[in-house]
């Protein structure tokens, strides 16, 4: 951690909100403060720099016309990068975690990405929208993904990533992967939000961020049946 309290800053709230992202940055608070960590969230609308000595960064989804102005933005101000190359730590939804990448679709047009995570997005021949749900890289130690996708990319990773999950429903990245990983940087197309219906992602990057090998545990059944219910709605759904 970087200072005192923990710093997580929700990047263009203006811009990349979809399928309440935001909910990415409560839960995150949330979590550190009832493990006893003071955290500052900072909302950095896309016309303010991006503070580079944050220790969690938060991109969500977008249409495409607000991502390729917040790709933009982004490149332009370099904060992502700096704080990037400082170790913090970054965490993308959807047009957020396309962004991260070389390069991706809006518009009909391809637009310059981050360059980030070693991954580009190209369109796919429908939308993807429904349910997403997948077997985590077994190296990361969590339970399975779940979450709403809702995007018309298809993500191909290129060898300096590893996948996030082993898709079992939805579509991800390709309908076989989902997601992607390097370092202390991971992007999903999970919207749900997330980290609410993903608790133990939420820990993960929390235990990037601040160095702990283990948090104490939290009572999670609310999540646990939010979880439940709509892994069930996705066995129903196949059934
Ligand atoms: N605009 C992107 C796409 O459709 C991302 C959408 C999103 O963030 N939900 O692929």
Redesign the pocket.
């Known amino acids: 951690m970087s200072s005192e309290s923990l710093r997580i800053v929700w990047i263009y709230p203006d811009l990349l909100s979809?399928?309440g992202d935001r909910g990415n940055a409560l839960i995150l608070a949330r979590r550190a403060r009832q493990r006893g960590m003071p955290v500052e969230v900072l909302e950095v609308r896309s016309d303010e720099r991006l503070p580079a000595t944050a220790d969690i960064y938060l991109v969500g989804?977008?249409?495409?016309g607000p991502?390729a102005l917040g790709a933009q933005r982004l490149l332009a101000d370099g904060g992502l990068h700096r704080a990037v190359a400082q170790g913090s730590v970054v965490f993308g939804?959807?047009?957020?975690y396309?962004l991260l990448g070389t390069s991706f679709f809006?518009k009909g047009v391809q637009c310059r990405g981050l360059e980030l995570l070693d991954l580009y997005?190209d369109r796919g021949e429908s939308?993807a929208v429904g349910e997403l749900a997948g077997e985590i890289d077994p190296r990361l130690g969590l339970p399975p993904l779940t979450g709403f996708e809702?995007?018309?990319?298809r993500t191909h990773l290129g060898p300096e990533v590893s996948p996030l999950a082993r898709v079992t429903a939805g579509v991800g990245n390709d309908s076989a992967t989902e997601g992607a990983w390097r370092g202390k940087l991971l992007g999903t197309y999970s919207?749900g939000p997330a980290l609410a219906r993903n608790p133990a992602l939420a820990d993960l990057l929390l235990r990037w961020a601040t160095g702990a090998h283990q948090l104490p545990p939290l009572d999670d059944t609310w999540s646990d049946r939010l979880r439940n219910e709509r892994r069930s709605a996705v066995a129903a759904a196949r059934a």
């Open positions: 979809t399928y989804g977008g249409e495409d991502q939804v959807c047009a957020g396309q809006a997005s939308r809702n995007h018309g990319g919207h």
